[in-house]
């Protein structure tokens, strides 16, 4: 009896040793800061190698070193950071893409899909604060994903953001041109009108059945010299940027509450009925219950853009401390924002008049007029000056993540090198921001709102859940890292915010359309190309880890962390690291 008790112990201690050394190695490839180790090994095949190379994570301690040791100039502090995210929330998604979406989905329930892309946000805006708190460098998402999952996850999540800052400007770039042209024609009380052919894109599109056509037109000129402005002043500096940004803010909030008090004592009962439009067509997702989720995932679109204060890491004065009041500052006041623009919206008119509106606030305006026979021309004229000032600071804030995603990526040698050079004069990116700026202004010119809407919600949603993932996996594998911030909750009881995060954002990304889904996977199977055919050949961290490691000087803090792992310091001769990772064999 004795002896099988023995064994008993026995064999349970070598399960309890082998499970101590599995999640031990674990917790030692995250917390590894030993160039050499990135290297091929001698027992290492080819194959193994190159395999390993794509999962290779980069040290927290890493990032911190390349903070330290950033060209680019810290001039933001909170105030300045909840501006940057409320700069970026508000604009395409309460001037523009509200009307379409109560009209094609959700009729006045569009305030539910508000509420539920609302939620979905709030859950990601905590999973952001976390790891901005722990991380506090930029490329937002890419970067926690290098750190988390490695360097192939990160390329795709960096492609990604590629594409979801990209197609998110050139979004906001043609609301803008509406909103440009509509404000002129109710200022001069229709004596100025501009040509359609130079005003908007000239393609369309069309969902069910999908196609794409020629619409007669010829560039949408406002929207690419919109893009092209933002773009110079992007250069110019971060400062000026900041302080520009602040300024129609400002601007444009005061004009969304004129809007609000202005039109709240003539509402029309009957334009809420139904609030829920029955389904008639067939397609789940036109009206009902699951219309509403289909106009989420449109309307998420007006979220996006706390997580571009994140891009701004590097330029903050405290980034541990000021990116989480950023993030979830700006995230809340924009929400309550949201939900009451769309309930006065509704309310001023019915739901069907926003189908081919570009600018559903002045449309709700002159529907008020039309219905009470009131002058309410000034209000449609303050009404396009604040749009036109909410969707330069959206432009200019996704356009400001944007290069510093390009940047990110160029300095870690996904991307050319040049798309990393700073300024000597401004400290900025100047070559990835006049880059994505021109590209950019080209989308913004030639292609249709509603395409281009579609296509930035689903790649922020991608974007979302590895941020949630992120999370969950530093839990476990670098709790001695310093968190300024925490998701509330404890320990383990806090991780089922970002597993509901991660729930909600594969819910919405299901229910989007077929063809924007499809355009979101050729985007990625482009990605791949260039990745396997020029990043993982390029890449600082796996091509000369020594050489990547020593190019910015450790924080004293991360010496030596709770667990006692330490990193070591080497000589770095470029001469002798700069070669081919097949020829480095230790």
């Not at 400007?169 to 509406?178: F, I, M, P, Q, Y």
């Not at 995932?297 to 701004?312: E, K, N």
């Not at 913004?444 to 996996?473: E, K, Q, R, W, Y």
Request: proline letters at 5%; hydrophobic letters at 45%.
């Amino acid at each position: 009896m004795s002896e099988e008790k023995s064994q008993n112990d026995a064999s349970s201690s070598g399960g309890s040793k082998k499970a101590n050394n599995f999640f031990q190695n674990i917790s030692a490839r995250y917390t590894k800061v030993d160039p050499h180790s990135y290297l091929r090994q001698p027992e290492e095949t080819g194959f193994q190698y190159w395999s390993r190379r794509l999962t290779q994570i980069k040290p927290v301690e890493l990032l911190w070193a390349e903070s330290e040791a950033s060209e680019l100039k810290r001039a933001l502090n909170s105030i300045q950071l909840i501006c940057v995210g409320i700069g970026a929330i508000i604009g395409t998604g309460i001037f523009v893409l509200s009307g379409l979406a109560a009209a094609k989905n959700a009729g006045p329930a569009v305030t539910l899909s508000f509420t539920v892309a609302g939620v979905a946000a709030a859950f990601a805006a905590l999973s952001y604060s976390e790891m901005a708190s722990m991380i506090p460098v930029s490329g937002s998402a890419y970067t926690y994903a290098y750190a988390t999952m490695g360097e192939f996850v990160a390329w795709i999540i960096g492609w990604d953001l590629i594409l979801e800052y990209m197609v998110g400007a050139a979004t906001v770039g043609v609301g803008w041109s509406g909103y440009f042209v509509k404000f002129f024609t109710v200022a001069s009380y229709g004596r100025i009108n501009f040509a359609s052919s130079w005003t908007e894109p000239p393609l369309t599109w069309t969902e069910n059945p999908a196609s794409i056509s020629y619409s007669g037109n010829y560039f949408n000129v406002p929207g690419f010299v919109i893009t092209i402005l933002i773009t110079l002043i992007l250069v110019v500096g971060i400062r000026q940027s900041s302080w520009f940004n602040v300024t129609v803010v400002s601007i444009k909030l005061v004009v969304v509450l004129i809007f609000i008090f202005g039109l709240c004592g003539f509402m029309a009962p009957e334009n809420y009925h139904p609030y829920v439009p029955p389904n008639t067509s067939g397609d789940w997702h036109y009206f009902g219950v699951s219309g509403i989720f289909a106009a989420a995932t449109t309307v998420f679109f007006s979220y996006i853009g706390f997580d571009a204060v994140t891009t701004a890491a590097l330029e903050a004065k405290n980034p541990q401390r000021d990116l989480p009041i950023g993030i979830i500052g700006s995230l809340i006041i924009s929400t309550v924002l949201y939900l009451v623009f769309c309930t006065i919206m509704t309310g001023a008119g019915n739901y069907t008049i926003y189908l081919h509106s570009a600018t559903p606030a002045i449309t709700a305006v002159e529907a008020v007029q039309q219905r009470t026979g009131k002058d309410f021309s000034w209000l449609s004229i303050l009404v396009a000056i604040g749009a036109i000032c909410g969707l330069t600071s959206v432009l200019l804030i996704q356009m400001l993540a944007q290069s510093r995603v390009f940047y990110c990526m160029a300095k870690d040698g996904l991307l050319p090198p040049v798309f990393a050079r700073v300024h000597s004069k401004f400290q900025t990116p100047h070559w990835a921001t006049m880059t994505t700026g021109f590209l950019t202004a080209v989308l913004a010119a030639c292609l249709p709102v509603d395409l281009l809407g579609n296509m930035t919600s689903v790649g922020t949603l991608l974007a979302f859940f590895i941020v949630h993932l992120g999370v969950i996996v530093m839990r476990f594998i670098r709790p001695d890292a310093e968190r300024r911030f925490t998701i509330p909750g404890g320990k383990y009881l806090s991780l089922i915010f970002p597993l509901i995060g991660m729930f909600i954002s594969v819910a919405l990304i299901a229910v989007a359309e077929v063809t924007t889904i499809w355009r979101l996977f050729i985007w990625m199977g482009i990605g791949w190309i260039v990745y396997f055919t020029y990043g993982i050949r390029h890449s600082k961290f796996n091509r000369d880890p020594v050489g990547r490691f020593s190019e910015g000087t450790m924080p004293e803090g991360a010496r030596e962390d709770k667990n006692g792992y330490q990193y070591e310091e080497y000589e770095y001769d470029p001469d002798n690291h700069n070669q081919d990772p097949q020829s480095h064999r230790t």
